[in-house]
């Protein structure tokens, strides 16, 4: 699953930590969903939706539909 | 402008190095020459007063040079292959240290001196030893950082980091301070069964030591993974169970493959000691295998092909 995460994370100047604070959740778990090797619950990822304002589908989207995008 | 936080721009920190270099220094400090490697170096020509000092110094350098090769054997690889090299590197490594020096050599007649003389250490031993060990420096690692927070990270993290994975903040203090209760009790339950299995000393307060040490090093072990199961997140819960599974069906095949082989006469019976030795082996190394994955070195983009 392909996230926009960090660079969300980057336009509010947010650490790692400041956001893990935000979401309740660790630390570790911000890293490794920015890195993709986590994909987040769905609560999760409509804490994640809810804290940037933004549909579930502007910050993820699955290995298929970017390659369909870039097809 | 967006603008990430960059990892650490000089990739040759000497925190790190001074670390490993302090770490082999207790190692030495621990240790006292091998007579045969005392004897070879007579024979080489080595002046004698020079001897001691350059068996104690050794350590420090083999550790400090193979560190540094283990570095950049590992750069620009991913996590598992990185631990890969750092554990067999760590293991060469050792091999000539443990040539120079009998290290820890005041552990055991301090130990006898609370137990009564212990039998020399089997195999099984050797594993309890090596997981007390593992344990008791985990644990030290964990309080550091519970106690002293981000710079601890800096000096403890052998590889450069992203300048956001080493943020610890207060709540993840409690953290790092519950894993040392409960890896100081891993420690200290498995080293007091190790002794218990070495002692020939037929002394009720020596057993009773034993047993107290077991029920608490054990009843710290369990709080502890009663409070981090209830601290962490879902994924760190994941992993958790991923580790226990991994576990379990690992120690269900090797059970299975050494029933046959008792079956056949092929080794001894199991034991409930050597059960317990090989199930914390397992569940440390798994554990470490499956946490790799929560790496704190840089992120890199993932490259695909269009």
């Known amino acids: ?71 | 402008m967006v603008s990430f936080p960059t990892p650490s721009k000089r990739p040759w920190r000497i925190a790190p190095v001074m670390t490993i270099a302090l770490s082999a220094g207790f190692l030495s400090v621990t240790g006292a020459p091998f007579s045969k490697m005392v004897a070879r170096l007579t024979a080489a020509g080595v002046p004698a007063p020079w001897i001691a000092p350059l068996l104690h110094a050794a350590p420090i350098v083999i550790a400090v040079l193979g560190y540094i090769a283990m570095r950049a054997l590992a750069d620009g690889h991913g996590p598992r292959t990185r631990a890969a090299i750092y554990a067999l590197g760590g293991g060469v490594i050792g091999f000539p240290i443990a040539f120079c020096l009998d290290l820890f050599v005041g552990v055991t007649p301090a130990l006898e001196r609370l137990t009564g003389p212990l039998h020399e250490s089997g195999k099984l031993d050797i594993a309890a030893w090596a997981i007390t060990g593992l344990s008791l420096f985990y644990a030290a690692a964990m309080a550091a950082i519970a106690g002293f927070g981000t710079p601890a990270v800096r000096v403890l993290a052998a590889e450069k980091t992203d300048t956001d994975c080493i943020d610890v903040r207060a709540r993840d203090r409690s953290t790092y301070a519950t894993s040392a209760v409960g890896l100081l009790g891993q420690g200290a339950f498995v080293g007091a069964l190790a002794v218990a299995h070495q002692s020939s000393a037929d002394v009720t307060v020596v057993r009773i030591g034993v047993a107290l040490t077991v029920i608490i090093g054990a009843g710290a072990f369990a709080w502890s993974s009663w409070v981090l199961w209830r601290q962490f997140d879902e994924m760190l819960r994941r992993t958790v169970v991923e580790a226990y599974a991994w576990s379990g069906l690992l120690a269900t095949v090797g059970c299975l493959a050494w029933a046959l082989l008792e079956s056949l006469a092929l080794v001894p019976a199991l034991t409930a000691y050597g059960a317990i030795v090989t199930l914390v082996a397992l569940q440390t190394f798994v554990t470490l295998a499956i946490s790799s994955n929560l790496t704190m070195t840089p992120a890199r983009p993932k490259v695909r092909a269009a």
């Open chain 1, 1 to 71: 699953m392909k996230n926009r995460l960090r660079v969300l994370r980057a336009e509010r100047a947010w650490s790692q930590a400041d956001l893990a604070e935000h979401l309740g959740v660790s630390r570790q778990t911000i890293n490794a969903i920015e890195v993709e090797k986590y994909d987040p619950s769905l609560p999760l990822a409509f804490k994640i939706a809810r804290l940037f304002a933004l549909p579930i589908e502007q910050i993820f989207s699955d290995d298929q539909a970017a390659a369909k995008a870039v097809e």
